[in-house]
């Protein structure tokens, strides 16, 4: 079944530590997506990608880093500049990229906490 | 200035039918997107809009009004499993991205 991959589930942080975690998709979407949301407030885009080896900051980028080496696969490192860090990740995906009207598809999530 | 407003919670009984309001402004609109969230798990589409009127799929539909910035989801013949958080999105046309907003919480009783 083609789908939307996100590990580790619960992840936890130590001060001062970056943590990576990992999206993959097989459904052949050029674009993917990292969000982060917190209780009682929407999605927050943090970084996009249309197309493999390009990215683009969204709206809360800082202390947040990206990589697209390949179509299937984005991972986001959430550094030890992001101060506030504990939230739910979620990954998407859709099939042409910001300029399709095309549903996004998202992964089942990483909920990320300070140790 | 981006923004959208949907009603934090709201409550409904098995059977009911019951509409989830979103109202918008955005400095661009290029279609609105509701997708269907359970407590930790990701969200999942449940219709888009982009022209006026309404949309059926279903026990689910959905209503656009641009020049209102309106739309709203109405869900018929309540199941204790459509006990969610319904997120209303707008794709802009400024940076074309999706903006969410906070999302309604809806709890079904029996």
């Known amino acids: 079944d083609g789908g939307i991959t996100q590990s580790p589930k619960y992840l936890f942080r130590k001060e001062g530590q970056n943590v990576t975690l990992s999206c993959e998709q097989n459904?052949?979407?050029?674009?993917m997506y990292w969000y982060r949301q917190d209780p009682g407030q929407g999605l927050r885009l943090i970084y996009y990608s249309q197309i493999v080896n390009d990215f683009q900051k969204g709206d809360i980028a800082e202390g947040y880093s990206v990589s697209r080496e390949k179509k299937e696969s984005f991972p986001l490192t959430v550094t030890s500049a992001q101060k506030n860090p504990t939230a739910f990740y979620l990954c998407a995906s859709s099939p042409q990229g910001l300029w399709d009207n095309q549903p996004q598809h998202f992964g089942d999530g990483t909920r990320l906490s300070i140790l | 200035g981006q923004n959208i407003d949907q009603p934090t919670e709201m409550t409904a009984t098995e059977g009911a039918i019951v509409q989830i309001n979103c109202t918008y402004q955005t400095s661009g609109f290029n279609g609105l997107f509701w997708y269907q969230q359970h407590a930790g798990e990701a969200p999942t589409f449940l219709s888009y809009n982009v022209l006026d009127g309404l949309e059926e799929k279903g026990r689910f539909s959905s209503f656009l009004s641009r020049s209102k910035g309106y739309s709203y989801l109405l869900l018929k013949e309540l199941q204790m499993k459509d006990s969610a958080s319904y997120l209303c999105a707008v794709k802009d046309t400024g940076f074309q991205k999706l903006v969410f907003g906070t999302g309604t919480r809806l709890l079904v009783s029996p």
């Open positions: 459904l052949n979407h050029d674009a």
